[in-house]
């Protein structure tokens, strides 16, 4: 669903993101950790085709985002998610959900918010995957947060993407709110079969909820791998590497055991192998 190879971007002289390779599969649930600046946002806006890339390749949902795409043609195959659910609040819930197909509807239709029964049908088949069937006919300025951002998941899946890609969907929800919105996001999409790439700053819901853990440092990616392997020398990895890499080589060097010559942390007995294998 998403490919990337050597994937480089800069504004002006600050270089954002250094050669990142990166693959996710259908219903994967990836979960990408690092500290603000590290890369994040901007790997995922040039996911979503907010950014273009400098160089490298990049292919999501079957679209080649190296080349121009309109926003029409990317929403038939990449959804987002937001940090503050970004709903119309005077707009009942299932016209929020509706939202999701107007990319799938000619401009006229779209204009006038014409909506064919089947789009109304899946609508209500998606609210009742994040357990708001029975709010659909209410205003969504009558919501809570955490239903807000529900009703988000709910207008992503109506876009029947291959793709979604969550920015920090969590950040202003408390913990049980945070964890009710994360597995109705993690459960749906991996019966439906869709990738989904997440930024979060909660280790513990990475643990939680990650199929795999993408860890960024400075542009770079310093982890990939299972929530298990997600332990202390990893996180130095991803949250530490600026305050390594001021190390004398030296110390460098042994701060940073369990980094592949690509620069990917993984568990001692994997780093072996890799290295022996010349990654």
Same mark, same amino acid.
């Given at each position: 669903m998403i490919s990337i190879r050597n994937?480089?971007?800069?504004?002006?002289?600050?270089?954002?993101?250094?050669?990142?390779?990166?693959?996710v599969?259908?219903?994967?649930?990836?979960?990408m950790?690092?500290?603000s600046?590290?890369?994040?946002?901007?790997?995922?806006?040039?996911?979503n085709g907010?950014?273009?890339?400098?160089s490298g390749t990049?292919?999501?949902?079957?679209i080649?985002?190296?080349?121009?795409?309109?926003?029409?043609?990317?929403?038939?195959?990449v959804a987002?998610?937001?940090q503050?659910h970004?709903?119309?609040?005077?707009l009942?819930?299932?016209?929020?959900?509706?939202?999701?197909?107007?990319?799938?509807?000619?401009?006229l239709?779209s204009?006038?918010?014409?909506?064919r029964q089947?789009?109304?049908?899946? #609508?209500?088949?998606?609210?009742e995957?994040?357990?708001?069937a029975?709010?659909?006919?209410?205003?969504t300025q009558?919501?809570?947060?955490?239903?807000?951002?529900?009703?988000g998941i #709910?207008?992503?899946? #109506?876009?029947?993407p291959q793709?979604?890609?969550?920015d920090?969907?969590?950040?202003?929800?408390?913990p049980?709110?945070?964890?009710?919105v994360?597995?109705y996001?993690?459960?749906?999409?991996?019966?439906?079969?869709?990738a989904?790439v997440?930024?979060?700053h909660?280790?513990?819901?990475?643990r939680?909820f990650?199929?795999?853990?993408?860890?960024l440092?400075?542009g770079r990616?310093?982890?990939?791998?299972?929530?298990a392997d997600?332990?202390?020398?990893?996180?130095? #990895?991803?949250?530490h590497?600026?305050?390594q890499?001021?190390?004398?080589a030296?110390q460098?060097?042994?701060?940073?055991?369990g980094?592949?010559?690509?620069?990917v942390?993984?568990?001692?007995?994997?780093?072996?192998?890799?290295t022996?294998?010349g990654?």
């Amino acid at each position: 669903m998403i490919s990337i190879r050597n994937l480089r971007k800069s504004y002006g002289s600050n270089h954002v993101l250094h050669g990142i390779d990166m693959d996710v599969k259908a219903g994967e649930f990836v979960v990408m950790l690092g500290l603000s600046g590290a890369g994040k946002s901007t790997l995922l806006r040039c996911m979503n085709g907010l950014n273009q890339p400098d160089s490298g390749t990049l292919q999501v949902g079957g679209i080649d985002l190296m080349q121009k795409h309109s926003r029409r043609e990317l929403a038939r195959h990449v959804a987002m998610v937001f940090q503050h659910h970004n709903v119309v609040q005077r707009l009942s819930v299932r016209k929020n959900v509706l939202t999701g197909r107007l990319g799938q509807v000619g401009t006229l239709a779209s204009v006038l918010q014409l909506f064919r029964q089947s789009d109304i049908e899946l #609508a209500q088949q998606c609210l009742e995957r994040v357990g708001l069937a029975h709010k659909a006919d209410e205003r969504t300025q009558a919501l809570s947060g955490g239903q807000m951002q529900r009703v988000g998941i #709910a207008r992503a899946l #109506a876009q029947q993407p291959q793709v979604i890609l969550a920015d920090e969907p969590v950040a202003s929800l408390d913990p049980k709110t945070a964890r009710s919105v994360l597995q109705y996001l993690r459960d749906a999409t991996r019966e439906m079969g869709i990738a989904v790439v997440c930024n979060l700053h909660q280790v513990d819901y990475a643990r939680e909820f990650g199929d795999r853990v993408v860890g960024l440092a400075q542009g770079r990616m310093v982890f990939d791998g299972a929530p298990a392997d997600l332990d202390e020398a990893a996180l130095d #990895a991803i949250y530490h590497s600026a305050q390594q890499e001021a190390q004398p080589a030296a110390q460098g060097s042994e701060a940073r055991t369990g980094l592949t010559p690509a620069g990917v942390w993984l568990p001692a007995s994997a780093s072996m192998a890799a290295t022996a294998g010349g990654l």
